[in-house]
């Protein structure tokens, strides 16, 4: 009999390779796949096991990974244009223009960048009124909404220092009266706004350092609580099943609750 | 040898302890150490030497400016107004948040262009959410003739150079 193409795949799980990469073993019996989940470093962070009515379209709407799948978006363009932007005065207004009309794709990568942010703007702004609306904040789940709400402001706030990085008109008079809104508040206000923009006005210095915050700080600082949003989401007992829900589901859903209070 | 055996559990009081001793000498260390690492954060990342354009501008000859006449300079964002009582200067930095703002001739106002706030020409609010009105700057005539305005001090309104 020929070799199908899940035959090959299962001889290659048996290789010695993949067994020192994939701890798991071959077989798919539910342990087996359970294991594939539990000791993967990236999928850990999630249930082992999801009750198959919980992947559909109408609990979720799938706002949380698809507000993920721009965050992945957002690095794997915003890397490439790292390449060609300089954050400096004379030349960073120069490097975007060259991005839209002298780099090969740059249009591409700009755009979709551009257009990612402000659908990871608007996929938070959804996920949350679904959450909300859902009434899936509500204890055991109301630390992972206050961690949405950290993420949110970080979305916010590479959205803002994203924003001046073209160094155009726009950018620097969005970021003159965004940073003077800062200066707003009461004692410390001016302080803030000295620290923000590293002087008094938007100048090299706040182009620079608006570049490392969007770059570096904050992309960081946002994998770091979207891995402690996805495991919270195990630890409160998985995704939220409303109580008008089919009874079999929240009855399924007592063991896991009383796992986590273990 | 017995009566020093029986001091040593009540030296050991359970309130402060050696090992408690330590505890709170090394909790006090980490909180000097994470207090020194915030001061320093912050200093740190205040500039000490900042490459911005000096406060004072040399705005030229008085001559060039005709009475009744606002002219704005946009790099300085200050207006040179020559009115019929003498010169003056006004920050065309909107009070409101930090918008350039426009002088309109065929209104005789000044308007801003980002949240709708307007001024006289002497710098007093019409309407907006400007929470001050347009302050006016220091002005004098240097040695060589020529009209200086020093963008960091504010003056009290209505006082004209005369030349």
């Not at chain 1, 008079?173 to 410390?188: D, E």
């Not at chain 2, 980002?114 to 005539?141: D, M, N, Y």
Request: glycine content about 6%; some cysteine; hydrophobic content about 45%.
């Amino acid at each position: 009999m020929a070799k199908t193409i899940a035959n090959y795949f299962e001889d290659l799980r048996g290789t010695r390779v993949w067994r020192s990469v994939f701890r798991s073993g071959t077989g798919s019996s539910t342990l087996h796949r359970a294991l594939a989940v539990q000791q993967n470093v990236f999928l850990h962070l999630f249930s082992t096991k999801v009750r198959t009515r919980m992947l559909g379209f109408s609990v979720t709407w799938y706002l949380g990974t698809l507000t993920f799948g721009t965050f992945l978006i957002l690095v794997s363009t915003g890397i490439p244009l790292m390449f060609y932007y300089h954050p400096s005065v004379p030349q960073a207004y120069a490097d975007t223009k060259d991005l839209q009309f002298v780099v090969s794709s740059g249009l591409f990568l700009r755009n979709l960048h551009r257009w990612s942010a402000h659908a990871m703007v608007f996929l938070v702004f959804a996920h949350m009124f679904k959450v909300f609306y859902r009434g899936a904040y509500r204890p055991p789940r109301e630390f992972n909404w206050v961690i949405g709400v950290i993420l949110l402001l970080i979305t916010l706030l590479l959205s803002y220092t994203g924003y001046l990085l073209p160094w155009d008109q726009l950018a620097f008079w969005a970021i003159t009266v965004g940073s003077n809104i800062a200066s707003a508040v009461p004692v410390v206000g001016n302080k803030v706004h000295f620290l923000m923009l590293g002087g008094n006005v938007v100048n090299a210095n706040a182009l620079l350092r608006f570049y490392v915050l969007h770059c570096m700080v904050l992309p960081l600082v946002a994998m770091l609580f979207v891995a402690v949003h996805f495991w919270r989401i195990r630890k409160d007992g998985g995704l939220y099943a409303h109580k008008s829900e089919p009874k079999t589901l929240v009855a399924e859903s007592v063991p896991a609750a009383a796992e986590r209070t273990k | 040898m017995s009566e020093k055996k029986q001091l040593v559990p009540q030296e050991a009081t359970p309130e402060f302890n050696r090992r408690a001793f330590f505890a709170k000498l090394g909790l006090g260390s980490l909180s000097i150490a994470a207090a020194g690492t915030a001061a320093f954060a912050y200093q740190f990342l205040s500039p000490n030497v900042l490459f911005e354009p000096s406060p004072i501008v040399n705005a030229g000859k008085p001559e060039s400016y005709p009475v009744d006449s606002v002219t704005l300079d946009m790099n300085s964002g200050i207006y040179l107004i020559h009115a019929k009582e003498g010169f003056f200067a006004l920050s065309a930095v909107c009070t409101h948040l930090g918008c350039l703002t426009a002088w309109k001739p065929e209104l005789g106002i000044i308007a801003c262009p980002c949240h709708g706030s307007k001024f006289k020409r002497e710098g007093q609010k019409i309407e907006g959410p400007a929470p001050k009105p347009l302050p006016w700057l220091q002005t004098w005539v240097s040695d060589e003739g020529d009209l200086m305005v020093d963008r960091s001090i504010n003056i009290r309104p209505m006082q004209f150079v005369r030349t």
